[in-house]
């Protein structure tokens, strides 16, 4: 079978000069991935790292430097216009800036419907269709304006659905989302995988949500692919992983209490400190925890923080992406 999307030695260079100095960076470099049709398919990787490039140049947006791709057996360098009627595209933003605010969600999807070619008679019965897919209708005559930032995030799905396309480009679609809107967000994307059939390319830097939606995952770094697995297939390679969660009170160190814990000979690494309004977590790699956790107990006393509690983690998505980083940079 066809794939949804493949990609050959896609290359993206791009160029800058600064004291008439030119300086060349390599994006993307010698991609090659292949998107099963019906896959709901994963690409992580830090800031820098080119998934967003290499997304830019799938969905015809930017020009590669080298190589090409197909998208639904199309290639994107020469028949541009037929990739753009087969995909979707969603850019995570915060706040939908790229809806018309002073219309409502029914007034923007006639819109781009009509900017997309789609026939009235079509448009209406879709629109329809989306609103209620996408629990709108009863607020489809209210101004975006007023929308919470969850339901801009639903118009600007129903907005990449409009042509129907087989083919969605999900790029962090639930970035800026509070909790809520980012659990709703990910039900309707596996909805719209496994109930619509549709394939999708999704970017994030949320290693849960990857590991809960896709079927396959691929880490970039540095514009290459350095692993394309199953999620079953990553967490084999953390078996040698260990990982300590620990809670403490909130509190305005939390760079200083990190810093302090990763200096900790028990500590391979801080894989991931984050502040919540009644505590902070900070998770660790460590060489075994039964020695790491009465040390990373003992500093912590000695830094006067109160401890919430300490436990055993089973390894992440997060811990592997750490474990490969840290592997490329030996």
Not at 79 to 92: A, N, T
Not at 149 to 178: C, Q, S, W, Y
Not at 191 to 198: D, H, V
């Amino acid at each position: 079978m066809e794939a949804a999307v493949e990609t050959f030695d896609l290359t993206k260079v791009f160029e800058s000069k600064e004291d008439d100095v030119k300086r060349y960076v390599k994006a993307v470099d010698h991609v090659n991935i292949r998107v099963k049709r019906g896959e709901f398919f994963g690409l992580l990787g830090p800031n820098g790292a080119g998934k967003t490039t290499l997304i830019k140049m799938l969905c015809t947006i930017i020009l590669p430097t080298e190589g090409t791709a197909k998208v639904n057996g199309y290639d994107i360098i020469k028949e541009p216009d037929k990739v753009r009627s087969c995909i979707g595209w969603f850019h995570g933003e915060t706040g939908g800036r790229s809806l018309y605010w002073r219309l409502s969600a029914e007034d923007n999807l006639k819109f781009y419907a009509y900017l997309q070619n789609v026939p009235k008679d079509v448009a209406e019965k879709r629109i329809n269709a989306l609103l209620e897919f996408f629990d709108l209708s009863k607020e489809r005559k209210k101004l975006v304006k007023d929308y919470s930032t969850g339901m801009k995030v639903r118009v600007m799905l129903a907005r990449a659905l409009l042509h129907n396309p087989p083919i969605l480009f999900m790029d962090e679609p639930t970035i800026g989302l509070d909790t809520i809107s980012a659990v709703e967000t990910r039900r309707l994307l596996k909805a719209l995988n496994t109930e619509l059939g549709k394939t999708i390319i999704f970017t994030s830097h949320n290693m849960f949500e990857v590991e809960q939606l896709c079927e396959r995952i691929a880490i970039m770094r540095s514009g290459r692919i350095i692993v394309d697995a199953p999620p079953s297939v990553l967490r084999e390679m953390l078996r040698d992983v260990h990982a300590i969660e620990v809670d403490i009170r909130e509190t305005n160190d939390l760079h200083k209490i990190v810093e302090s814990l990763s200096k900790l000979s028990v500590v391979r690494s801080v894989v991931e400190a984050k502040n919540s309004p009644f505590n902070a977590t900070i998770r660790l790699q460590v060489d075994d925890e039964y020695e790491a956790i009465p040390a990373v107990v003992s500093k912590l006393h000695s830094l006067g923080v109160k401890i919430s509690s300490v436990r055993r983690s089973e390894p992440t998505l997060e811990d592997i992406f750490v474990k490969l980083a840290k592997e490329g940079s030996a």
